[in-house]
């Protein structure tokens, strides 16, 4: 079965970075891309970006483009997303998802269970 | 950029049958995809393409899309179909993931 199992909960100071990791099993990591989403405590979904898990190609939100960078490892069917100067509105929950391979156009029909972000002086 | 505009509550009786709608500009010439998410839980994709639901979502769950207007439509509503309900398109002119505000369903 279908699984994206994320990193554990991070807190970090302002100005610092996170990296949150998404292992995927249960199907072939190459044949889709990941999006990543996060959530502001209480509340709605925002994209953050997507890559191509089969070139590495991204595409970013404008409001997180030059803080953001997201990656992938293939030879552990892993994504990454390292989002960096943080400020207190990082807090979020983050989520990994699965996507479209060639864009982000796709549906995101499998997600992971969420990596809590704190950021906190 | 592209909006998408949600009712930020409906509520419903049980059995009866719920309608949460996803405004947009010519809406209807996107692709809709539809998420349901219980309370501290990931999201779940219930309705993609406007009307398809993926394997494991009951048929009560529906969706259209026409117009400036796409509808996720739940049938004989159930308590455990309570949670927050999200709508997103693709899109194509800033080539950017967008979500609704999210609609909570409330059953009475």
């Known amino acids: 079965q279908v699984q994206l199992v994320q990193s554990g909960a991070e807190v970090k100071k302002p100005g610092a970075s996170v990296k949150v990791s998404c292992k995927a099993s249960g199907y072939t990591f190459t044949s889709y891309g990941i999006s990543w989403v996060r959530q502001a405590p209480g509340q709605g979904l925002e994209w953050m970006g997507w890559?191509?898990?089969?070139?590495?190609?991204?595409n970013y939100a404008q409001k997180l483009q030059g803080r953001v960078t997201m990656t992938t490892d293939t030879s552990t069917s892993t994504a990454y997303m390292e989002l960096r100067s943080l400020r207190s509105d990082d807090t979020a929950v983050y989520y990994c998802?699965?996507?479209?391979?060639?864009?982000?156009?796709?549906?995101?029909?499998?997600w992971g269970q969420g990596t809590l972000v704190t950021v906190s002086s | 950029s592209y909006v998408l505009t949600q009712p930020p509550s409906v509520s419903v009786a049980p059995g009866k049958t719920a309608r949460i709608t996803c405004g947009g500009n010519?809406?209807?010439?996107?692709?809709v995809h539809w998420y349901q998410q219980k309370p501290g839980q990931a999201p779940v994709l219930v309705i993609y393409y406007d009307s398809d639901r993926p394997s494991g979502i009951p048929e009560r769950f529906s969706g259209s899309n026409s117009g400036n207007t796409a509808t996720l439509t739940i049938s004989r509503v159930e308590a455990g179909d309570e949670a927050d309900y999200y709508c997103q398109v693709w899109d194509s002119s800033s080539d950017r993931v967008v979500f609704g505000g999210g609609t909570k369903l409330t059953v009475l």
């Open positions: 998802a699965r996507s479209g391979v060639d864009t982000a156009m796709s549906p995101m029909d499998y």
């Open positions: 010519n809406i209807g010439s996107k692709s």
């Open positions: 890559i191509s898990a089969y070139n590495g190609n991204t």
